[in-house]
């Protein structure tokens, strides 16, 4: 059963950056799509963009050319690079395999704040 486990996020101010990693155990990243998922206070869990097995990537249309999602196979890690944040960006946000869900992590809180 994978394991999956998110870090990197914290407080940024608006236009700021930051990069979530996600380790994954239990599952081969590189051979399975991954993606990212957000939610926020008082909302239901959204996508926010995935990549396949053969790099292809897709994105929610409201983080559509802001984040950038890639992986490091040699880490069995996904990653999500956020950039031009915004407060609406706030969320606890996870990974996960889309087709094949595994158990959510905790997740890593994301606060866009001035």
């Known amino acids: 059963q994978v394991h999956l486990v998110e870090t990197g996020g914290g407080l940024v101010q608006p236009g700021g950056s930051l990069r979530l990693s996600c380790a994954a155990s239990?599952?081969?990243?590189?051979?399975?799509?991954m993606a990212w998922y957000r939610q926020a206070p008082g909302k239901q869990r959204e996508f926010v963009a995935f990549?396949?097995?053969?790099?292809?990537?897709n994105y929610t249309e409201s983080v559509k050319g802001r984040f950038t999602i890639f992986r490091n196979n040699a880490k069995n890690s996904v990653y999500l690079q956020m950039t031009s944040l915004n407060p609406e960006d706030t969320a606890v946000y996870y990974c996960?395999?889309?087709?094949?869900?595994?158990?959510w992590g905790q997740g890593t809180q994301v606060t866009v704040s001035s």
């Open positions: 239990g599952s081969n990243v590189r051979l399975n799509t």
């Open positions: 996960n395999l889309p087709k094949t869900p595994g158990p």
């Open positions: 990549i396949t097995s053969g790099g292809n990537t």
